[in-house]
């Protein structure tokens, strides 16, 4: 499963309101909260467009670092 918690620390990184970051990746600023919020996750498309907006403000991003997959085995964990 893919999680999409970290859009919000993206879009602070890059220092612009969800409606500017809406309009630099051509997308809708609701579709922005819904990603913020972990109700549905930008396809690749949207993830590029955010990729390369970043890079155009300086700040460098991977797809890695836009998906994030939960670890298996979360530190803590006990093995069974």
Request: hydrophobic share 45%.
């Amino acid at each position: 499963m893919i999680v999409m918690n970290t859009l919000l620390a993206i879009r602070k990184r890059l220092k612009v309101s969800q409606t500017e970051l809406a309009a630099a990746i051509d997308v809708t600023q609701s579709a922005i909260s819904q990603y913020e919020l972990d109700v549905c996750v930008p396809s690749l498309s949207v993830a590029r467009k955010l990729i390369k907006f970043a890079a155009e403000s300086g700040v460098d991003l991977t797809l890695d670092s836009i998906y994030q997959v939960p670890s298996e085995n979360p530190v803590g964990a006990q093995e069974a």
